[in-house]
C-alpha cells in the first residue's frame, strides 16, 4: 500500500516537474512534495505502524522517492535559469544593423555666416575687427559724429533712451569715434566692426527695431571718395557676384561730407518690382562717405593731414538679398524650418 503511494506520489512530482514552465512553478513543486506539509512527510509519518523489517526497507524506499524528486527538480532548475538568462540576453540585443537615428546637430544663424564672409572679405584686403559696446554713451553715439545735442538730423535715428545721456547704440558708427580716439591722432586707421544696433523704427518686411551692422572706417593720408567706391565694388560682388548691379546715390549724413547711399539691384523680382524692393528693383544696402573734418578733429586726428572713409552696411539686408529671404522677420523668429535651410553642406 504505502509503496503504491510513494510511486505514485514519484510519478505525479516527476510529471509536474517536467511540465513546470517557470522557477516559481518549480519552487511550489518543491514546497508541495518536499515541504514538512508534504505526503512524503506524511507517508514517513504513517511509518510507526510498519513492522520492524519492513521499516527500514520502507525507510530505503522514501529516500529514493526523495531523491527522485529533488534531483528531476534540480535538473530542471537548471534549464529553466539558462531559458531566463538567453531570454534577457535576446531581449536587451542591440541590433547594429539598423539604420541610425539622426542626430540633430546646430548650425550656424545664417546672420552668423553672412558677418563671418564678410569679416573674411575685408580681411582680406587687410582690415582689422574692432568692438564696441551696445549700451553707449550720447558723446559716442551722437556728439562725436558731429551731432551736437539739438541737432535735427538725430530724428534720422529714432533712439532707445536708457538715461538722458546713454543710449543703445543706433548705427555701430560711434566704434569709428572709439577707434580713432585709440589711434591718438596717428594713421593709418583699417577697420571693420559688426554689431547689433537698435532703432524706435516699426518692423516690416525691410525693418527690425534691432538688427545688424558692419562699420567700416579707414584713416590715412590722401583718402578719396574712389577709394571708397572701388572698396565698395570689391566687397558686394564678391559677395553677391560679379554681374549684380550696383548704385550710388548722393546722400547725407552729419558725420560723412560728401556722402552716399548705396543700392544693389533686387535679387528676388530681378528689378521688376516687389514688396522687399518697395517696387523700385533696388535695395539700399548701406550708407557711407568721407569722414567729416569734425569727426576726424574731435578724434584728434589733424583733418589737414588725414582724411577717411566710412561706411555702415545692414547686415540683414545683404542676408536677405543673397539668400532670397523675402522678410527681415524670419532672421527674428526662430523657425527651425528656416534656420534648417542654412545647414552647411560646404567643407
Ligand atoms: C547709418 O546707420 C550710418 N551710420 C551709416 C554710415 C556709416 C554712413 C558710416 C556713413 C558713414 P542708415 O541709417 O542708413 O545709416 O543705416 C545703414 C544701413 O542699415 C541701411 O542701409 C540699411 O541697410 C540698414 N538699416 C537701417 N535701418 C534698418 C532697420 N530698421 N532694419 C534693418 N536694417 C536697417
Ligand atoms: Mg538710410
Redesign the pocket.
Known amino acids: 500500500m504505502m509503496q503504491e503511494r510513494l510511486q505514485e506520489l514519484q510519478e505525479e512530482a516527476l510529471q509536474k516537474v517536467s511540465a513546470a514552465s517557470n522557477l516559481k512553478e518549480l519552487n511550489d513543486i518543491r514546497v508541495a512534495y518536499l515541504g514538512k506539509k508534504g505526503p512524503i512527510t506524511e507517508v514517513l509519518r504513517g511509518m510507526g505502524k510498519l513492522s520492524a523489517e519492513e521499516r527500514p526497507k520502507m525507510g530505503a524506499l522514501v529516500n529514493v522517492v526523495r531523491e527522485a524528486i529533488t534531483s528531476a527538480i534540480e535538473e530542471k532548475q537548471a534549464v529553466l535559469e539558462a531559458e531566463a538568462v538567453n531570454a534577457q540576453l535576446a531581449a536587451e540585443t542591440i541590433d547594429i544593423t539598423l539604420p541610425a537615428r539622426p542626430v540633430n546637430k546646430g548650425n550656424h544663424h545664417p546672420l552668423t555666416r553672412i558677418v563671418e564672409e564678410i569679416e573674411d572679405v575685408f580681411i582680406g584686403m587687410g582690415y582689422t575687427v574692432a568692438e564696441g559696446p551696445e549700451v553707449e554713451s550720447d558723446y559716442y553715439n551722437f556728439e562725436a559724429l558731429n551731432l551736437p545735442k539739438s541737432h535735427p538730423a538725430r530724428d534720422?535715428q529714432d533712439s532707445f533712451y536708457i538715461t538722458d545721456e546713454i543710449l543703445v547704440r543706433t548705427h555701430t558708427s560711434p566704434v569709428q569715434a572709439r577707434t580713432m580716439e585709440k589711434h591718438k591722432g596717428q594713421g593709418p586707421v583699417k577697420i571693420i566692426c559688426p554689431g547689433k544696433v537698435y532703432r524706435r523704427d516699426n518692423d516690416d518686411a525691410t525693418h527690425s527695431h534691432q538688427f545688424m551692422q558692419i562699420e567700416g572706417l579707414v584713416v590715412d593720408e590722401n583718402i578719396s571718395m574712389s577709394d571708397l567706391k572701388g572698396t565698395l565694388e570689391v566687397f558686394l560682388k564678391k559677395v553677391f557676384g560679379q554681374e549684380r548691379e550696383i548704385r550710388l546715390r548722393p546722400?547725407f549724413f552729419p558725420f560723412t561730407e560728401p556722402s552716399v547711399?548705396v543700392d544693389i539691384s533686387c535679387k528676388i523680382c530681378s528689378g521688376k518690382g516687389c514688396n522687399v524692393c518697395k517696387q523700385t528693383g533696388w535695395i539700399?544696402v548701406l550708407?557711407g562717405g568721407i569722414v567729416h573734418p569734425n569727426v576726424l578733429e574731435m578724434a584728434g586726428f589733424d583733418s589737414k593731414k588725414y582724411s577717411g572713409f566710412a561706411f555702415g552696411i545692414?547686415v540683414e539686408r545683404i542676408a536677405m538679398l543673397k539668400y532670397g529671404v523675402d522678410d527681415i522677420r524670419h532672421f527674428y523668429t526662430n523657425d527651425i524650418r528656416f534656420l534648417k535651410q542654412f545647414h552647411h553642406h560646404e567643407a
Do not use: L, R
Open positions: 534720422m546722400s547711399e539700399e550708407g545692414g
